[in-house]
């Protein structure tokens, strides 16, 4: 049976890796990239060189844009406009739910049919097992290519709002970002008093265990709207990050990030929180800083 033909334009680390899963798994793959040069490795290995963003429009039902944000989608995408009529576009750039929908509005204003998605993996994981991709849309359009898609990652349908792909994904960047971010940190305080990154590993790798055992509390909390104090309180946890600031601060180390989460719990407790429990930060973080 032949393939499904794709077009996949933008060739960055990502968009190189799916290129090379639709390829192994014998999908004819037309490529268009702004940097021409980045295409070579590609067609070496199988794949067509649209000479157009045109021709590459042209050229496949199914498109995949992996771009670095919508705004390259336009500059890619608005001089070749007219030929979007007929095309569903899969959009696994990144950007936020309001620019996903926007996107979405555009391209339906072209005659396209559009899915949004978010790549949960790094590209080295692109075609393994295991990794996995938001997608929303209508969910005709999702069903109709799912199998294509499915040669990149797993694929994850959260819904028809064209956003709800960004939501979740850069839900779980918030999370990804500020998590490797706090380890870092971590490195830089025990490294500043003479402990390797190796020392510290088996620690790390508990931290973030124990964080995955305080979710399903977090999400009772959350869900309720109800933060009981009685196993510790956010005064309590304010006192603690104040101390971990104050551990960096006498390190010598940038307290950029002890000391946001010093002034959040200290928000929290001055609006009136310090007697519940960490989870009534939430309240805090639903509103923008005064
Ligand atoms: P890059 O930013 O390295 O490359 C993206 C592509 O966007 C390149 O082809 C680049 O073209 C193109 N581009 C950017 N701006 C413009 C513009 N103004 N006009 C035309 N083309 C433009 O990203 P990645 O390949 O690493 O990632 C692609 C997407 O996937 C991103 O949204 C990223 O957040 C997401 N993602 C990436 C992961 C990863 O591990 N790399 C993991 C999960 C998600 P050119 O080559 O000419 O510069």
Redesign the pocket.
């Known amino acids: 049976m032949s393939r499904q033909g794709v077009t996949l334009i ?6 190189q890796a799916m290129v090379r899963a639709l390829l192994a798994a014998g999908h004819p793959v037309t490529v268009w ?3 021409p040069g ?1 295409a070579d490795g590609l067609v070496a290995e199988g794949a067509v060189r649209a000479a157009t963003v045109a021709d590459a429009l042209a050229a496949n039902e199914l498109v995949v844009l ?4 919508y ?2 989608m336009y ?2 995408l608005e001089p070749a406009a007219a030929a979007l009529d007929g095309r569903v576009v899969v959009n ?3 950007d936020t739910p309001e620019q996903a929908r926007a996107g979405a509005e555009w391209a339906a204003r072209h005659g396209a049919r559009y899915l949004t998605g978010g ?1 949960q ?3 080295r994981l692109i075609g393994q097992p295991g990794s996995a991709t938001f997608y929303s849309g209508p969910e005709d359009v999702f069903e109709a290519h799912r199998a294509t898609l499915e040669v990149l990652t797993e694929a994850d349908h959260r819904g028809a709002d064209p956003g709800l792909s960004q939501v979740y994904y850069q839900a779980l960047m918030t999370v990804f970002w500020t998590t490797m971010t706090a380890h870092l940190q971590a490195q830089a305080l025990v490294g500043a008093h003479g402990v390797t990154a190796a020392e510290y590993l088996p620690y790390a790798v508990q931290a973030a265990e124990t964080a995955a055992y305080f979710l399903p509390g977090i999400a009772k909390d959350v869900e309720a709207g109800r933060y009981p104090g009685d196993e510790g309180t956010l005064a309590m946890c304010a006192a603690s990050a104040e101390h971990a600031l104050h551990a960096a601060r006498d390190a010598g180390l940038d307290t950029t990030v002890p000391a946001a989460l010093a002034a959040l719990f200290g928000r929290g407790v001055a609006e009136g929180h310090g007697a519940e429990s960490f989870t009534s930060l939430v309240e805090v973080l639903r509103k923008p800083a005064a």
């Open positions: 933008g060739l960055g680390p990502m968009g990239n702004r940097t980045k992996s771009l670095t944000d705004a390259a500059a890619v696994l750039s990144s790549v993996v790094p590209a």
